[in-house]
């Protein structure tokens, strides 16, 4: 099933247009991480003809401890990501943790983020659709996908201008997440945009006590896997030193990495959409 295309900037995601890599470091941790891996991502991406979207944090409200990183907040970040954003010139996704941050993130955020433990959070969703921007809704791991549906009504009675719904993972037990791909069908039905998050979906969380653990070996197979199920975008957090990140250490992945994974993604998404176009033609014909 075709998905409603979503414009942000010059990037059009949904339908049967290819797939979208929205990606970047978790957290702002400096603005020259910042732009080393947004420059990065922006080389590779264009040697692949893959449309890119950066994104970042200025704050990770939920750490599982009070001294984890979270950032510069919202004030300085917002400063941070208006000089990053005009260096990069890409589209930029960032998160929103309460109504009051959403003017302010507005300003510079292509994308507002409403992270998956906040997503059935009905005034933040209705701030978000106020703003003006398009809408990423990360699905919480304690929803099954055809609870996305509640997100999208909310969404459509605010009206929100555009949406897309990301996927990263069910609670499997504790400390655990299993993705189950059926999942990016079940959603895409609803007619939105459906983006796999590789990288939250191999975390374990609070799995080393005060922090979330992670296993970055299964991203590649998660990405492929989700790609050749059918979906629109993928996310990733990407880190030039993924084991000195302050923030998801052990699932963000290394900017050097980044390209085979792309490149074979990229190839898969062509065969799967040409096999859905085909598909499409024959069904109309026959009716």
């Known amino acids: 099933m075709k998905t409603k295309v979503i414009k942000i900037g010059g990037v059009s995601i ?5 797939l979208v890599l929205i990606a970047g470091p978790c957290v702002i941790e400096s603005e020259a991480l910042l732009i080393e891996v947004g420059k990065g991502l922006k080389k590779r991406c264009a040697a692949l003809g893959i449309p890119l979207i950066f994104k970042t944090s200025y ?16 004030r300085e970040g917002v400063e941070i990501l208006k000089r990053v954003k005009a260096s990069l010139a890409l589209p930029l996704c960032i998160d929103v943790h309460a109504v009051d941050q959403v003017e302010a993130a507005a300003t510079v955020g292509d994308i507002l983020q409403i992270p998956a433990f906040l997503c059935r959070q009905t005034d933040l969703i209705a701030a978000v659709c106020g703003s003006g921007r398009v809408v990423n809704v990360k699905k919480g791991q304690f929803l099954a996908p055809w609870d996305v549906a509640n997100i999208i009504a909310k969404f459509e009675a605010f009206g929100g201008n555009g949406l897309i719904i990301t996927e ?23 007619g939105y945009p459906v983006v796999f998050d590789a990288t939250h979906s191999v975390q ?3 799995g080393l006590g005060k922090s979330t653990g992670g296993q970055r070996e299964f991203v590649k197979h998660l990405a492929r896997a989700a790609v050749a199920t059918g979906c629109d975008g993928l996310f990733l957090e990407v880190h030039t030193d993924p084991e000195r990140a302050q923030c998801d250490a052990p699932n963000q992945i290394a900017l050097d990495d980044v390209e085979i994974l792309l490149e074979e993604c990229a190839e898969i998404d062509r065969i799967v959409k040409r096999k859905a176009g085909r598909s499409s033609a024959n069904y109309c014909k026959s009716k």
């Open 204 to 206: 374990l969380p609070g």
């Open 168 to 190: 990263r993972g069910s609670c499997f037990g504790y400390n655990n997440l299993v993705s189950d791909m059926r999942a990016l069908p079940i959603m895409r039905r609803y």
């Open 14 to 18: 949904g339908g049967d247009l290819p």
């Open 59 to 74: 704050d990770k409200a939920n750490r599982s401890s009070p001294d984890g990183f979270r950032g510069p907040g919202l």
